[in-house]
């Protein structure tokens, strides 16, 4: 098995809410977004070793090791008050670890009686795609696990090539937009969407696509031109996959962007009419 690892923030190993069935959820640290009200803000960046995380420790359950450029962390002192988590620079967490293909599997293999598939997140999950493909593959030659579905949770903030080598392998894709305007895109998330609205298109025309979900934030997306055109993009791709509009929660989101409100009742209610009126049906949530 290849010795190629990749950064992992954690593993759910059964959760109801990240795809159909009971399934294992695989988090990977890194996303090439920022956005504003991002609730993993901590898998966002990489650890750099700046020592922050170390000296706000309260109970002294972190140091460096320097000789091998990572953070040790001792589980049987930390009292995961995530005091680290909250003061780092680089929106990371010294509680990510490398991961090989072969740790992954182990990982499955504790719980495969129990899921019906895995689903793999982030951060952006897609900034791994080489580890992803030797993963999927790995996972479909198994011969206890190869039953499993395999769903991939994207940003989708990536160049095409980068999905080519993982679609023969996967069994679909749950993509957000944030935002149809660019410029309101790269208010809320710090970049362009241009490579965003092609991944959704390439991945409805390979059939892949399996949920379109858009986040409603006040005073960001949520005036009336916006929404009729991320009800146009919805409209475009197959009535089989899942279109659903969350509402934009600020418990748990960074202290700087403690100013952003949830909706009310009455701006998602219009926001519904409108995907109404483009005889869209969403679930809201």
């Known amino acids: 098995m290849s010795k190629l690892q990749a950064n992992i923030s954690g593993i759910i190993k059964s959760s109801v809410i990240d795809g159909p069935g009971n399934r294992m959820v695989i988090f990977f640290q890194e996303c090439n977004l920022n956005c504003m009200y991002c609730h993993n803000s901590h898998t966002i960046g990489l650890c750099n070793l700046c020592g922050t995380c170390v000296d706000t420790c309260p109970t002294n359950s972190l140091k460096i090791d320097s000789e091998n450029k990572r953070i040790i962390h001792n589980e049987n002192t930390c009292t995961r008050c995530d005091e680290c988590i909250k003061v780092c620079p680089e929106n990371s967490s010294p509680f990510y670890k490398q991961m090989s293909v072969e740790d992954i599997i182990c990982e499955i293999l504790e719980v495969k009686d129990f899921i019906s598939g895995i689903t793999v997140s982030g951060g952006e999950v897609m900034l791994h795609a080489p580890f992803l493909s030797l993963l999927f593959q790995e996972i479909k030659s198994h011969p206890d696990l190869k039953h499993l579905s395999i769903l991939i949770d994207s940003n989708g903030n990536i160049n095409q090539e980068k999905w080519d080598s993982l679609l023969p392998l996967i069994d679909g894709v749950m993509l957000d937009i944030k935002a149809y305007s660019a410029k309101t895109h ?76 949830e909706a009310s009742n009455e701006e998602m209610n219009f926001a519904k009419d409108i995907f109404g009126q483009a005889d869209i049906d969403i679930l809201v949530i």
């Open 186 to 261: 790269k208010q809320i998330t710090g970049y362009s969407n241009e490579k965003i609205l092609k991944s959704i298109e390439y991945l409805n025309d390979k059939n892949k696509l399996k949920e379109l979900r858009f986040v409603l934030t006040p005073d960001y997306n949520n005036d009336e031109s916006e929404l009729r055109e991320i009800a146009k993009l919805m409209k475009s791709v197959s009535p089989n996959v899942g279109k659903t509009l969350i509402k934009m929660r600020n418990h748990g989101i960074r202290k700087e962007f403690s100013f952003l409100r």
